[in-house]
Protein backbone atom coordinates (compact mmCIF):
# COMPACT_ATOMS: atom_id res chain seq x y z
CA UNK A 1 0.00 0.00 0.00
CA UNK A 2 1.30 3.43 -0.97
CA UNK A 3 1.00 6.29 1.38
CA UNK A 4 -1.67 8.00 -0.78
CA UNK A 5 -3.76 4.62 -0.34
CA UNK A 6 -2.80 4.57 2.96
CA UNK A 7 -4.18 7.98 3.80
CA UNK A 8 -7.28 7.45 2.18
CA UNK A 9 -7.57 3.72 3.91
CA UNK A 10 -6.70 5.96 7.70
CA UNK A 11 -9.32 8.87 6.48
CA UNK A 12 -12.10 6.16 5.48
CA UNK A 13 -11.39 4.59 8.68
CA UNK A 14 -11.99 7.63 10.50
CA UNK A 15 -14.23 8.99 9.08
CA UNK A 16 -16.28 5.69 9.98
CA UNK A 17 -15.44 6.17 13.43
CA UNK A 18 -16.70 9.50 13.82
CA UNK A 19 -20.18 8.53 12.41
CA UNK A 20 -19.96 5.81 14.84
CA UNK A 21 -19.24 8.53 17.45
CA UNK A 22 -21.90 10.78 16.26
CA UNK A 23 -24.24 8.04 16.19
CA UNK A 24 -23.81 6.89 19.77
CA UNK A 25 -24.19 10.79 20.82
CA UNK A 26 -27.67 11.23 19.52
CA UNK A 27 -28.69 8.01 20.64
CA UNK A 28 -27.65 7.63 24.16
CA UNK A 29 -30.88 6.11 25.58
CA UNK A 30 -31.92 2.75 25.12
CA UNK A 31 -36.00 1.96 23.83
CA UNK A 32 -36.65 0.77 27.34
CA UNK A 33 -39.19 2.98 29.18
CA UNK A 34 -38.22 5.91 31.06
CA UNK A 35 -39.94 6.30 34.63
CA UNK A 36 -40.35 9.28 36.60
CA UNK A 37 -40.62 9.48 40.09
CA UNK A 38 -43.42 11.83 41.30
CA UNK A 39 -42.90 12.24 45.24
CA UNK A 40 -46.59 13.74 45.41
CA UNK A 41 -49.65 11.74 44.88
CA UNK A 42 -51.62 11.44 41.72
CA UNK A 43 -53.67 14.57 40.40
CA UNK A 44 -52.03 17.68 42.16
CA UNK A 45 -50.64 20.00 40.29
CA UNK A 46 -46.74 18.30 40.56
CA UNK A 47 -48.42 14.89 39.25
CA UNK A 48 -50.29 16.47 36.65
CA UNK A 49 -47.13 18.29 34.95
CA UNK A 50 -45.37 15.63 35.02
CA UNK A 51 -48.03 13.88 33.02
CA UNK A 52 -48.31 16.29 30.87
CA UNK A 53 -44.61 16.57 29.69
CA UNK A 54 -44.24 12.76 29.82
CA UNK A 55 -47.30 12.22 27.33
CA UNK A 56 -45.30 14.53 24.89
CA UNK A 57 -41.65 13.05 25.69
CA UNK A 58 -43.04 9.75 24.67
CA UNK A 59 -44.45 11.05 21.71
CA UNK A 60 -40.64 12.86 20.75
CA UNK A 61 -38.55 9.24 21.71
CA UNK A 62 -40.97 6.89 20.60
CA UNK A 63 -41.36 4.79 23.76
CA UNK A 64 -43.21 5.04 27.11
CA UNK A 65 -42.47 7.67 29.78
CA UNK A 66 -44.05 6.08 32.97
CA UNK A 67 -44.62 7.76 36.11
CA UNK A 68 -44.29 6.23 39.44
CA UNK A 69 -46.07 8.56 42.36
CA UNK A 70 -44.18 7.82 45.55
CA UNK A 71 -45.22 10.11 48.24
CA UNK A 72 -44.18 10.39 51.61
CA UNK A 73 -42.93 12.86 54.41
CA UNK A 74 -40.20 15.31 52.61
CA UNK A 75 -40.30 13.62 49.23
CA UNK A 76 -37.76 11.10 51.05
CA UNK A 77 -38.78 7.80 49.21
CA UNK A 78 -38.92 9.14 45.80
CA UNK A 79 -35.78 10.94 46.37
CA UNK A 80 -33.75 8.28 47.30
CA UNK A 81 -35.39 5.68 45.00
CA UNK A 82 -33.97 7.54 41.93
CA UNK A 83 -30.50 8.17 44.03
CA UNK A 84 -29.94 5.12 43.90
CA UNK A 85 -30.81 3.67 40.55
CA UNK A 86 -28.75 3.19 37.56
CA UNK A 87 -27.34 6.36 35.51
CA UNK A 88 -28.84 5.44 32.83
CA UNK A 89 -31.48 8.27 31.79
CA UNK A 90 -33.87 6.00 32.52
CA UNK A 91 -35.09 6.87 35.80
CA UNK A 92 -35.75 10.35 36.47
CA UNK A 93 -36.41 12.35 39.86
CA UNK A 94 -39.56 15.04 39.70
CA UNK A 95 -37.24 17.55 42.24
CA UNK A 96 -39.56 20.99 43.00
CA UNK A 97 -38.94 23.51 45.79
CA UNK A 98 -39.97 21.36 48.50
CA UNK A 99 -36.80 18.76 47.32
CA UNK A 100 -35.04 22.08 48.51
CA UNK A 101 -37.20 22.62 51.83
CA UNK A 102 -36.33 18.68 52.85
CA UNK A 103 -32.54 19.21 53.04
CA UNK A 104 -33.01 21.81 55.76
CA UNK A 105 -36.01 20.13 57.61
CA UNK A 106 -34.22 16.83 57.99
CA UNK A 107 -31.30 16.55 60.48
CA UNK A 108 -29.91 13.40 58.44
CA UNK A 109 -31.37 12.23 54.61
CA UNK A 110 -30.44 8.77 52.80
CA UNK A 111 -28.81 10.76 50.13
CA UNK A 112 -27.34 13.97 49.47
CA UNK A 113 -30.03 16.58 47.60
CA UNK A 114 -26.68 18.28 45.72
CA UNK A 115 -24.68 15.57 45.43
CA UNK A 116 -26.59 12.37 44.60
CA UNK A 117 -28.38 14.01 41.79
CA UNK A 118 -27.51 15.67 38.05
CA UNK A 119 -30.61 17.93 37.85
CA UNK A 120 -31.28 18.56 34.20
CA UNK A 121 -34.28 21.12 33.27
CA UNK A 122 -36.84 22.67 35.07
CA UNK A 123 -40.72 22.11 34.08
CA UNK A 124 -42.49 25.14 35.13
CA UNK A 125 -43.06 27.41 37.89
CA UNK A 126 -46.70 28.03 39.78
CA UNK A 127 -47.87 30.90 41.88
CA UNK A 128 -48.96 31.31 45.45
CA UNK A 129 -50.96 33.61 47.01
CA UNK A 130 -51.86 35.41 49.84
CA UNK A 131 -56.09 35.07 50.19
CA UNK A 132 -58.76 36.52 52.37
CA UNK A 133 -62.46 35.46 52.39
CA UNK A 134 -64.71 37.29 49.68
CA UNK A 135 -66.63 38.98 52.79
CA UNK A 136 -63.51 39.73 54.65
CA UNK A 137 -62.70 43.52 56.08
CA UNK A 138 -59.23 43.06 54.43
CA UNK A 139 -59.68 43.93 50.95
CA UNK A 140 -55.62 44.57 50.37
CA UNK A 141 -52.16 43.83 51.41
CA UNK A 142 -52.34 47.12 53.20
CA UNK A 143 -55.07 46.61 55.06
CA UNK A 144 -53.52 43.63 55.94
CA UNK A 145 -50.27 44.84 57.30
CA UNK A 146 -52.07 47.67 58.86
CA UNK A 147 -54.33 45.57 60.86
CA UNK A 148 -51.11 43.21 61.59
CA UNK A 149 -48.64 46.24 63.15
CA UNK A 150 -51.68 47.89 64.71
CA UNK A 151 -52.73 44.32 66.56
CA UNK A 152 -49.08 42.68 67.40
CA UNK A 153 -50.00 38.91 67.70
CA UNK A 154 -54.02 38.97 66.34
CA UNK A 155 -53.63 38.58 62.56
CA UNK A 156 -54.15 34.84 61.83
CA UNK A 157 -52.64 33.07 58.77
CA UNK A 158 -53.76 29.84 57.45
CA UNK A 159 -51.28 27.06 55.67
CA UNK A 160 -51.20 23.47 55.38
CA UNK A 161 -48.47 21.26 57.20
CA UNK A 162 -45.65 23.04 59.08
CA UNK A 163 -42.69 22.45 56.49
CA UNK A 164 -44.78 23.02 53.84
CA UNK A 165 -43.68 25.17 50.71
CA UNK A 166 -46.91 27.09 51.73
CA UNK A 167 -46.08 27.45 55.61
CA UNK A 168 -42.41 28.48 55.02
CA UNK A 169 -43.91 30.99 51.88
CA UNK A 170 -46.34 32.58 55.27
CA UNK A 171 -43.45 32.90 57.39
CA UNK A 172 -40.96 34.68 54.66
CA UNK A 173 -44.34 36.92 54.66
CA UNK A 174 -44.21 37.71 58.36
CA UNK A 175 -40.23 38.62 58.53
CA UNK A 176 -40.65 40.22 55.03
CA UNK A 177 -43.40 42.42 56.11
CA UNK A 178 -41.59 42.84 59.58
CA UNK A 179 -44.91 41.75 61.15
CA UNK A 180 -46.03 39.48 64.71
CA UNK A 181 -48.59 36.95 63.25
CA UNK A 182 -50.01 33.40 63.85
CA UNK A 183 -49.23 31.06 61.79
CA UNK A 184 -52.06 28.39 62.15
CA UNK A 185 -51.29 25.03 60.32
CA UNK A 186 -53.84 22.75 58.41
CA UNK A 187 -54.12 19.27 56.98
CA UNK A 188 -54.75 20.65 53.66
CA UNK A 189 -56.21 22.80 51.15
CA UNK A 190 -59.57 22.07 51.55
CA UNK A 191 -59.18 22.71 55.40
CA UNK A 192 -57.29 25.75 54.66
CA UNK A 193 -60.45 27.12 52.13
CA UNK A 194 -62.80 25.90 54.44
CA UNK A 195 -61.04 27.84 57.67
CA UNK A 196 -60.97 30.98 55.98
CA UNK A 197 -64.36 30.90 54.56
CA UNK A 198 -65.22 30.18 57.75
CA UNK A 199 -63.97 33.42 59.28
CA UNK A 200 -61.78 31.06 61.66
CA UNK A 201 -58.16 32.52 59.91
CA UNK A 202 -57.76 36.13 58.66
CA UNK A 203 -56.05 35.09 55.65
CA UNK A 204 -54.44 32.54 53.92
CA UNK A 205 -51.05 31.51 52.02
CA UNK A 206 -51.64 29.16 49.36
CA UNK A 207 -50.83 27.40 45.49
CA UNK A 208 -53.27 29.49 43.22
CA UNK A 209 -53.61 26.22 41.38
CA UNK A 210 -55.67 24.19 43.37
CA UNK A 211 -58.06 27.03 43.95
CA UNK A 212 -58.43 28.78 40.86
CA UNK A 213 -62.28 27.96 40.94
CA UNK A 214 -62.57 29.65 44.72
CA UNK A 215 -60.49 32.60 43.11
CA UNK A 216 -62.62 32.65 40.34
CA UNK A 217 -65.93 32.25 41.37
CA UNK A 218 -64.88 35.02 44.14
CA UNK A 219 -65.98 33.06 47.23
CA UNK A 220 -62.27 33.66 48.24
CA UNK A 221 -60.12 37.59 47.07
CA UNK A 222 -56.15 37.35 46.09
CA UNK A 223 -54.61 39.85 47.27
CA UNK A 224 -51.55 39.31 45.77
CA UNK A 225 -48.98 36.70 44.27
CA UNK A 226 -46.09 36.17 45.49
CA UNK A 227 -43.34 35.11 42.34
CA UNK A 228 -41.57 38.06 41.17
CA UNK A 229 -44.02 38.93 38.54
CA UNK A 230 -47.46 39.11 38.05
CA UNK A 231 -49.46 35.77 36.49
CA UNK A 232 -50.24 35.95 33.06
CA UNK A 233 -53.98 34.40 33.83
CA UNK A 234 -54.33 37.12 36.81
CA UNK A 235 -52.68 40.15 35.59
CA UNK A 236 -55.19 42.46 37.54
CA UNK A 237 -53.64 41.11 40.89
CA UNK A 238 -50.61 42.49 41.71
CA UNK A 239 -47.37 40.77 43.53
CA UNK A 240 -46.79 41.06 46.94
CA UNK A 241 -43.41 43.43 46.33
CA UNK A 242 -45.83 46.02 44.74
CA UNK A 243 -47.62 45.83 47.20
CA UNK A 244 -45.20 47.16 49.51
CA UNK A 245 -44.00 43.59 51.04
CA UNK A 246 -40.12 44.20 49.56
CA UNK A 247 -38.20 40.70 49.67
CA UNK A 248 -41.39 38.63 50.13
CA UNK A 249 -41.06 36.55 46.73
CA UNK A 250 -41.73 32.79 46.76
CA UNK A 251 -42.95 30.50 43.93
CA UNK A 252 -42.85 26.86 43.27
CA UNK A 253 -41.33 25.49 40.45
CA UNK A 254 -40.51 21.55 39.35
CA UNK A 255 -38.17 19.85 37.68
CA UNK A 256 -36.32 16.81 36.51
CA UNK A 257 -33.17 15.30 37.98
CA UNK A 258 -31.15 11.94 37.03
CA UNK A 259 -28.83 10.10 39.34
CA UNK A 260 -25.67 11.16 40.06
CA UNK A 261 -22.88 9.87 37.56
CA UNK A 262 -25.14 10.27 34.50
CA UNK A 263 -23.25 10.16 31.63
CA UNK A 264 -22.86 14.06 30.27
CA UNK A 265 -24.25 12.63 26.79
CA UNK A 266 -27.31 11.66 28.67
CA UNK A 267 -27.86 14.53 30.17
CA UNK A 268 -27.53 16.75 27.52
CA UNK A 269 -29.89 14.21 25.38
CA UNK A 270 -32.48 14.26 27.63
CA UNK A 271 -32.39 17.83 28.75
CA UNK A 272 -32.48 18.75 24.54
CA UNK A 273 -35.94 16.45 24.63
CA UNK A 274 -37.40 18.12 27.92
CA UNK A 275 -36.92 21.51 26.70
CA UNK A 276 -38.68 20.68 23.38
CA UNK A 277 -41.51 19.26 25.15
CA UNK A 278 -41.66 22.14 27.30
CA UNK A 279 -41.28 24.45 24.94
CA UNK A 280 -44.34 23.38 22.99
CA UNK A 281 -47.21 24.91 22.56
CA UNK A 282 -49.41 22.24 23.32
CA UNK A 283 -48.05 21.39 26.67
CA UNK A 284 -47.38 25.40 27.18
CA UNK A 285 -50.84 26.05 26.91
CA UNK A 286 -51.94 22.77 28.96
CA UNK A 287 -49.75 24.00 31.92
CA UNK A 288 -51.22 27.31 31.54
CA UNK A 289 -54.52 26.42 31.81
CA UNK A 290 -53.31 25.30 35.24
CA UNK A 291 -51.63 28.37 36.12
CA UNK A 292 -48.21 26.81 35.56
CA UNK A 293 -45.56 29.17 33.80
CA UNK A 294 -43.69 26.29 31.18
CA UNK A 295 -40.35 26.94 31.65
CA UNK A 296 -37.06 24.47 30.60
CA UNK A 297 -33.82 25.59 31.86
CA UNK A 298 -29.59 23.79 30.85
CA UNK A 299 -28.67 21.82 33.83
CA UNK A 300 -26.71 24.40 35.39
CA UNK A 301 -28.98 26.89 35.40
CA UNK A 302 -31.36 24.19 37.37
CA UNK A 303 -28.53 23.32 39.67
CA UNK A 304 -27.75 26.76 40.57
CA UNK A 305 -31.89 27.44 41.15
CA UNK A 306 -31.83 23.82 43.43
CA UNK A 307 -28.33 25.26 45.67
CA UNK A 308 -30.21 28.96 45.78
CA UNK A 309 -33.15 27.40 47.07
CA UNK A 310 -31.55 25.55 49.32
CA UNK A 311 -29.93 28.51 50.80
CA UNK A 312 -32.94 30.43 50.80
CA UNK A 313 -35.51 28.40 52.43
CA UNK A 314 -32.55 27.06 55.03
CA UNK A 315 -32.90 30.83 56.35
CA UNK A 316 -36.57 30.73 56.63
CA UNK A 317 -36.45 27.52 58.14
CA UNK A 318 -34.08 28.64 60.82
CA UNK A 319 -35.37 32.20 61.31
CA UNK A 320 -38.91 30.53 62.27
CA UNK A 321 -37.32 28.17 64.78
CA UNK A 322 -38.75 25.39 63.03
CA UNK A 323 -37.22 22.01 64.95
CA UNK A 324 -35.23 19.75 62.26
CA UNK A 325 -36.53 16.33 62.24
Request: with cysteine; net charge positive.
Amino acid sequence: MNKRQFARHALACASLLLAGLGTTQAQPLSNKPIRIVVPFGAGGVADVTSRIVAQKLASQLGQPVIIDNKPSAGGIVAADTVAKSAPDGHTLFLMSNGSAVTVGLFNQLPFDMVKDFTPVSTLGYFDIGVLTASDSRFKSMADLMAYAKANPGKLNIGSIAIGSTQHLAAELFKTSAGIDAQIVPFNGTPAVVTALRGKQIDAAVEILTPIMGQITSKAVNLLAVTGDKRSPLLPGIPTAQESGVKGFVASSWNALAAPAKTPPDIIARLNKEIAAAVNSPEVTQKLREMNVQAQSSTPEQTAQLLQSEIRRWGDVIVSAKIPRQ
